[in-house]
């Protein structure tokens, strides 16, 4: 009888012990699902963040190509202007009579038009900047973004500052 008694008593904590690995299975299981549903987030918000960044990315070559283009075209059309205004000009500063008043008159048309077009040239850089500015700081959001999601549930409030990335 003493050796059945061992038996039942070693077959009982088997199946204890079997209970308890079958219930810390079950644990590790469901955890192992919630890191793979993590994952699939973490996976689909750096897919995201790529194509944003992307997206800047286009946006900034765009910014740069329209500032060159706007710049290129304003020297071009202050250079069509001045040469066409200097026909009259140069006629009238032929003729000995209109030359001294003609003279005058082109020195305040071409001042006028250099600060016009001086003006326009420095309002396209400004807004150049301005767009490069904030192109970044999208691109540096969208960088710092990109990461392992944070573990704190999102429940309870943070017990000190996140670090910053």
């Known amino acids: 009888m ?3 008694l061992v038996l039942g008593a070693a077959l009982l904590v088997t199946i204890g012990l079997l209970l308890l690995v079958g219930l810390r299975v079950l644990k590790l299981k469901a955890e192992l699902q919630q890191l793979d549903a993590d994952l699939q987030r973490a996976l689909a918000d750096g ?42 000009f140069d006629v009238l500063e032929s003729i000995p009579a209109t030359r001294e008043r003609a003279k005058a008159v082109r020195d305040v048309h ?10 326009l040239a420095g309002l ?3 807004v150049g900047r301005e767009l490069r ?23 309870s409030p943070p017990d000190r500052e996140p670090p910053k990335r």
């Open 2 to 4: 003493g050796l059945e």
């Open 47 to 88: 897919r995201h963040q790529a194509e944003r960044l992307a997206g800047l990315e286009k946006l900034r070559e765009a910014q740069a190509t329209a500032e060159e283009a706007i710049a290129a075209g304003g020297s071009v059309v202050r250079d069509v202007h001045r040469n066409i205004a200097s026909i009259p």
């Open 110 to 119: 071409d001042s006028i038009t250099d600060g016009v077009y001086g003006a």
């Open 124 to 126: 396209n850089r400004a």
């Open 133 to 155: 500015k904030t192109l970044k700081q999208g691109s540096d959001d969208a960088a710092t973004r990109i990461g392992p999601p944070d573990p704190r549930p999102t429940d």
